[in-house]
Nanobody, 118 residues
Framework: QVQLVESGGGLVQAGGSLRLSCAAS????????ILWYRQAPGKQRELVAFITSGGSTSVATSVKGRFTISRTNARNTVDLQMNSLRPEDTGVYYC????????????WGQGTQVTVSS
């Protein structure tokens, strides 16, 4: 079983920055894709960004130019750098690990709260 622990959430004013970290219990180089999602109150969970084992990245249109995803294999962490935060970025941010080759798996972390005040 893969354990994912998110950290770095908190309360920040609009325009500020936060850096979220997702720490995995295994070598992240063996995980095909690590993704960050968020869920605002009363809304569906949405994909924010992902990074592959090959280093390819993608971010949602709504955060493009403001959020950056990166990985540090030596620490088995995937970070989400969030700049120019807006109140609409408020929500619980979750990390997800997917392996699509055998043995396949799909695990989620417990989430970390991000609150952006106006």
């Amino acid at each position: 079983q893969v354990q994912l622990v998110e950290s770095g959430g908190g309360l920040v004013q609009a325009g500020g920055s936060l850096r979220l970290s997702c720490a995995a219990s295994i070598r992240i180089s063996t995980i095909n894709t690590i993704l960050w999602y968020r869920q605002a109150p009363g809304k569906q969970r949405e994909l924010v960004a992902f990074i592959t084992s090959g280093g390819s990245t993608s971010v949602a249109t709504s955060v493009k130019g403001r959020f950056t995803i990166s990985r540090t294999n030596a620490r088995n962490t995937v970070d989400l750098q969030m700049n120019s935060l807006r109140p609409e970025d408020t929500g619980v941010y979750y990390c997800r690990a997917q392996r699509t080759v055998a043995p396949t798996y799909d695990y989620w972390g417990q989430g970390t709260q991000v609150t952006v005040s106006s």
